[in-house]
Structure formats: C-alpha cells, structure tokens
C-alpha cells in the first residue's frame, strides 16, 4: 500500500471514532430531557401521561443523534 492510501484510512478511522463521539452527546441530552420530566411530574402529578409522552418523543429524538453517528462510523470503517 501506498503512503495515500494509509493516509486515507487513517482518516476514516479518525472520522469514525469522532462519529461515535456523537453518543455522548446524545446521552447528556437524554439525560436532561429524563431529568426535566421527573421535576414536571413532581410539579404536576396530573399531567404524568402526556409529560411522559412528551418526554419519550423527546428521548427518541435524542437517539437518533447517537444511531447517525454510529451508522456513519461503521459505513466508514468497512468502507475503506
């Protein structure tokens, strides 16, 4: 192999460990979203369901960040 080509998938690996990254951020962002609908519960026991409906979309949304980027470093990894 040449010098380019070791170059090139040196890069992609360097690209696929800054896409797994995206994880952490997904996290922290479920995190917060689980974190503000437990204080709603607590401030308003009544609207338990739809807060937690909300709160699940919100943690969905979240996720997909994580997935992206999990997807994007595989696609890099086995592509090169």
């Keep these: ?37 437990v204080e709603a519960i607590g401030r308003q026991p009544e609207a338990t369901s739809s807060i937690r409906t909300v709160m699940i979309t919100g943690q969905a949304v979240a996720e997909t960040t994580g997935l992206y980027g999990l997807i994007v470093a595989i696609i890099l990894i086995f592509a090169t």
């Design 1 to 37: 192999m040449e010098f380019t080509e070791f170059f090139a998938q040196g890069m992609a690996y360097l690209g696929a460990a800054l896409a797994v990254f995206t994880g952490f951020g997904s996290g922290i962002g479920q995190g917060y979203v689980a974190g503000k609908a």
